[in-house]
């Protein structure tokens, strides 16, 4: 059982718009802590991840997203 967790991240994103559609690509990078009770382990790691996506224009209120995402996560033992 973890007594507490902390993750930091930090994303970019850009997209342009070509008609209906808004293409974009996005990066992520973050940093995490996981800390198990009475001081047994303290473990730390980073993330990375990417994707790329758009979204559809169907209507003036309404949107469609398709999206592909991957992660890697690092530093992190099992």
Partial sequence: MLQGQATETALAR????????????????GRGELEY??????????????GVGADFKLG???RLRG????????????
Wanted: proline share 9%; hydrophobic share 35%.
């Fill in 60 to 62: 003036q209120y309404l």
């Fill in 37 to 50: 009770p009475y001081g047994q382990a303290k473990l730390a790691y980073t993330m990375y991840a990417g």
């Fill in 67 to 78: 999206e592909l995402r991957v992660s890697e996560v690092d530093q992190l033992p099992q």
């Fill in 14 to 29: 850009r997209m342009r718009t070509y008609g209906p559609a808004v293409p974009y690509v996005r990066a992520m990078d």
